[in-house]
């Protein structure tokens, strides 16, 4: 399973786009690369997932350039509820076990 | 949607205990999981399952067992609680994705049980 590397924290002002960067030097050429969300007191949740180029959807965009070895997940305009532990994950063909890593820490402040 | 809904929310337990979480999901789905998490050190895998009756050990495996006798159920032991247990224990189903050429899995995670462990 690809390791990650990912910033501990991050702060953000409400308004502002937020773009968190992963590393994954060693991913393979199966992997998908996802990203969950977690408040505080709750179960992670899925927020967006890609194998190459850009994926959007309503929540997110994942950028993904073409080796692969990193992966940026960016938030439009956050608000104070985008404040959350961020987690990127490699590697889940199915039947992978799950591995979560310490994830980023992201605070939006007024 | 889906649900994956824990047993208890909140849980305490004396030492030497046997514990029993539970977790149960309603969409089928043949992989979950068990984490820990703890402040600063993220989730930790404890232990998963790819089927009824099949488990295999994560990467803190130790002073835990599950059991899985049905598919939409998956339970985490803790043979003999200690205090360095007390932690917040997350249950998580997975499901494979879209059709491309590789699959890829979303996972679903429940409420969480906090357990302390006195």
């Known amino acids: 399973l690809a390791k990650t590397t990912q910033p501990i924290s991050m702060d953000s002002y409400e308004g502002q786009e937020v773009n968190i960067t992963c590393s994954h030097n060693?991913?393979?050429?199966?992997?998908?690369i996802t990203w969950y969300q977690q408040f505080p007191s709750q179960g992670p949740r899925f927020i967006i997932q890609?194998?190459?180029t850009k994926v959007t959807n309503e929540v997110a965009s994942l950028f993904i350039p073409a080796d692969r070895k990193s992966s940026t997940l960016s938030l439009p305009r956050v608000s104070l509820s985008d404040t959350a532990v961020y987690y990127c994950?490699?590697?889940?063909?199915?039947?992978?076990?799950?591995?979560f890593g310490t994830g980023t820490r992201l605070a939006v402040r007024p | 949607d889906v649900k994956v809904t824990q047993s208890s929310r909140y849980l305490v337990k004396r030492t030497g205990e046997k514990v029993f979480l539970e977790c149960v999901q309603d969409?089928?789905?043949?992989?979950m999981f068990w984490y820990r998490q703890d402040p600063g050190l993220g989730l930790r895998l404890i232990y998963f399952?790819?089927?009824?009756?099949?488990?295999e050990k994560g990467d803190i495996p130790e002073g835990y067992s599950v059991s899985r006798e049905k598919k939409e159920r998956f339970s985490l032991i803790l043979e003999s609680a200690s205090t360095n247990q007390t932690s917040m224990y997350l249950c998580?189903?997975?499901?494979?994705?879209?059709?491309?050429?590789?699959?890829?899995?979303?996972?679903?995670f429940g409420q969480g049980t906090r357990l302390t462990v006195v």
């Open positions: 969409m089928d789905h043949e992989n």
């Open positions: 998580a189903s997975t499901i494979p994705r879209g059709q491309g050429p590789y699959r890829n899995t979303e996972a679903f």
């Open positions: 890609g194998y190459k």
């Open positions: 060693n991913i393979a050429t199966n992997d998908y």
């Open positions: 994950l490699v590697g889940e063909s199915s039947g992978d076990k799950l591995t």
């Open positions: 399952s790819y089927d009824v009756k099949m488990k």
